[in-house]
C-alpha cells in the first residue's frame, strides 16, 4: 500500500531551484532510500516533508489524504518522525528530558517518573539499554543515536526519516542500527533511509529514489535487482565513477610530523589524551581510526595550534612548535582540512572568493605590496570551483548559501591547492557524494605521491581501509593500535574502536572452544 506520495514539488529559494516537479513515493512497511549527489534537494526534499519549508508548488499526500505540512510538530502529529544528522540533543539536560523536551503528549502535567517508565520499556522492546536519568554529554555517540529514535518512536511515529543514521558510528553498531531498522519494519513501520554509503543501500534498502539536480533520475529501483553498485554511482552523478581509489605502494622519506607523548587534559579537568606518540613521513598517508568523541579532535587541534597540550611535544621538519599558534602552525607548510568546516573552515558571510584568499591574503600571488590582487583571486577561485565542482552561481556567492557538500568541497580544494609539505585532513568526504569523495581521495593521494605528508582523520571504514599506508586507532584518548594497511581487517578495527584487542578476543575464543 502506498503510504506516502509527494507529487510534482518545486522548491525554489529566489533564483535558485532546490527541486523540481519532483514525485516521490514510499510504500507502508518499506525501507526506501533517497540518494543523489551533494546538492541534488535531498535534504530539501525531506524538510518539505518534515515541515521545515513549505513547497513553491506541489501536493503531499499521506495515507491517502492530501496534507498541508507547516512546521515539525504538524509532521509527528501526522505520524512523521525526522533523526537528523546532527543530533538535536541538549547535552546537559538528561536523556528522558530530551525526551519529552516539546512533547505535547501529556498537556496537564508533566510526569517524567511516567515518561521514564514508558521510555525503559519502550528501549528494552527495541534492545537499546539507555538510563533515562542519564546526561546526554555522557552518552556515547552510539547512544546518543539511539536516543534520538526512541525520541522519535516515543511520539508514536511510523514513519521514520534517517538523515546519514551510519556517519559516526563503529560497524558493531552499524549493524545494530541495522538491527533496530528491521524490527521496526517488521512492526510495519516504514524508513526513509538518505546514505551516501552504498553497500549500506543493498544491505538493508528495499527500494530507491535517486534525485540529481533536483529532479528525480530513477524511482523506485528494486534494491535487489541492482547487480553492481557503480550502476547506482552513476545514477548519482550522471557519469561513470570508479568506487575503488588507485595508489601506489608508498616509499616513505624523512619525519615530517612527530608528535612524541602528547596528553590534553581539558577545562573540566577530563584528560582527553593520553601519551599518544607517532610519526608521519613525506610520501605517506597516516590514517586515524576511531569513533567520534575519542580525543582524535583534541589531538588534531594540539597539533594545528588551537589547542596547548598538558604534556608531550610535536615537532614539524624536525622543529619543535608545541604549543605555537594556529597561524605559526600554517606559515610552515600546514594544510588543514577541519572537522567542522562552518565553525572552522570557513566564515559563511564571506563569498567564495574570499574564503579562498582567507589564509594567503597577505603574501604573493594573492597580494602584493599590501594590495589584493583580486584579478589572480578570481581566476584561482574559479579553477578551484571546476576542479572540485563546487556548485555555485560565481565565485562572488555568499557561502553560507551553498549546499554542506559544496561548502566542504570548497574547503578542501582551498587547502590542498596551496600544495602542503603536511596535509591534515578530517574526515575529508564527511557528507560527500560518492563521485566527489573518490575525486578528493585522488587528490589526497596525488598529494602524497608528490610527497606530502598526509595525517587522515576518518570513522569511515571503507574510507580509512582504502587510503592510509597505515592506521592508527584511537580509543578514549590513547593509542589502541597502529597497523599497516594490509594488515587491518574491518572487524580488527571496530573491536579497537570499541577499546577491545583482537588478540585477546580471540585468545579467549580459542580457550572457550
Known sequence: MTLLEMRNITKEFGPVVANKNVNFSVEQGEVHALLG???????????????????TEGEIYYKGERVNIKSPKESIDLGIGM???????????????????????????????????????????????????????NLSVGQQQRLEILKALYRDVDTLIMDEPTAVLTPQEVEGLFDIIRQLIAEQKTVIFISHKLPEIKAICDRCTVLRQGEVAAAGVIVDEIADMSQLAELMVGRQVELVSRKETSCPGEVVLKVENLSHVNERKIQTLKNVSFDVACGEILGICGVDGNGQSELIRCITGLLKPSEGSIFI?????????????????????????????????????????????????????????????????????????????????????????????????????????????????????????????????????????????????????????RILVIYEGRVMAILNQADATRNDLGLLMAGIDPKTTANNEGQSA
Do not use: C
Request: glycine share 8%.
Open 37 to 55: 549527489e551533494n546538492g541534488a534537494g535531498k535534504s530539501t526534499l525531506m524538510n518539505i516533508l518534515f515541515g521545515m519549508y513549505e513547497p
Open 317 to 469: 621538519k624536525g622543529e619543535d612548535v608545541t604549543g605555537a599558534n594556529a597561524k605559526a602552525i600554517l606559515k610552515k607548510g600546514v594544510g588543514h582540512i577541519p572537522e567542522d568546516r562552518q565553525k572552522m573552515g570557513m566564515v559563511g558571510q564571506m563569498n567564495v572568493r574570499e574564503n579562498i584568499s582567507m589564509l594567503d591574503y597577505d603574501h604573493m600571488p594573492f597580494s602584493k605590496h599590501g594590495i589584493m590582487r583580486w584579478k589572480w583571486i578570481d581566476e584561482h577561485s574559479r579553477d578551484i570551483v571546476e576542479q572540485y565542482q563546487v556548485k555555485t552561481p560565481d565565485v562572488m556567492e555568499i557561502s553560507r548559501n551553498l549546499s554542506g557538500g559544496n561548502q566542504q568541497k570548497m574547503v578542501v580544494g582551498r587547502e590542498l591547492a596551496r600544495d602542503p609539505e603536511l596535509l591534515i585532513a578530517v574526515h575529508p568526504a564527511r557528507g560527500l557524494d560518492i563521485g566527489a569523495t573518490k575525486y578528493i581521495h585522488s587528490q589526497i593521494i596525488e598529494a602524497r605521491t608528490a610527497g606530502a605528508a598526509v595525517l587522515m582523520v576518518s570513522t569511515e571504514l571503507d574510507e580509512i581501509l582504502e587510503i592510509p599506508d
Open 83 to 137: 533523526v537528523h544528522q546532527h543530533f538535536m540533543l541538549i547535552p546537559a539536560h538528561t536523556a528522558i528530558e530530551n525526551v519529552v523536551l516539546g512533547y505535547t503528549g501529556n498537556k496537564e502535567l508533566l510526569d517524567l517518573n511516567a515518561a521514564a517508565k514508558r521510555f525503559t520499556e519502550m528501549a528494552k522492546r527495541y534492545n537499546m539499554d539507555i538510563d533515562p536519568w542519564e546526561e546526554v554529554r
